[in-house]
């Protein structure tokens, strides 16, 4: 028996076995990379900006890091299998994934390339990052890991991220220092989310640090533009988010009915519906 051609030849096979356990090219490595600076979580459009390659790639590497148990895929996202915090796409992102498109374009429209703009964390607030851009030389404050991910180092786009401890399950920051961090800048439209829209009492949140911060805001902007789609009509969240009064614009994707209607053209709010607007 030729033991030393057995012994090269199990050498051989003991290669062969590494190599198998880890088939995931470069690319692949590197989009695992860009997820977990991203918080985990991301919609495949961010993770093509990150990397500069296009949405078709990202969602080939994406099927290969699945199949070898790495990732988990959701519409249009995807994020890292094992986190200890629930991922943001598995929840509400991808949920009314064509509405939040529409409102994010519509949104668009209130943006001039210049602004100074602050955008709060929140899924459809990520969505409007994306749409923004097609602009360009726009000041970004944000508290949200997404929309610098969309925004940093493009367009000649100067992006702040504000400082304070960062919330992995909502990708993002918040606390006190993030509110001093916001103090600093003058706005010229500040974009935020609303768990709930409520005809007695406006804008609500469910977490009061948010709810903070969009009273910081709505209070140093010359237009504060809420985008929320319309299951958010006439529920129910425990904070108050904001003085209505200091809202200006509601970019939704369906029409309110009437007492809601009634209340936001009392505190002097502009609805806009995404889905005509488009079709413009």
Known sequence: ???????????????AMESDADKIPHRGHELLNVLARLGGSARNAQIAQVMGVSEETVRRLVKGLAQAGRVERVHGGTYLRGSPDTPMYSGALEQNSSEKTEIARATLDLVEDGMTVFINVGSTTTYVAEQLRERKSLIVVTNSIAAVAALADHNNNRVFMAGGEILPSERGTFGSATEEFARQFNYDLVIFGSDAISAKHGFLASNPDEASLTRVLTNQSEKAVVTADSRKFNTR???????PKNVTHLVTDQSPDVGLREALDGWGIEVRIAQSLSKK
């Open 1 to 15: 028996m030729d033991f030393c051609g057995f012994s090269s030849a199990f050498v051989c096979f003991i290669a």
């Open 237 to 243: 969240a425990p904070m108050v988010a904001c003085d």
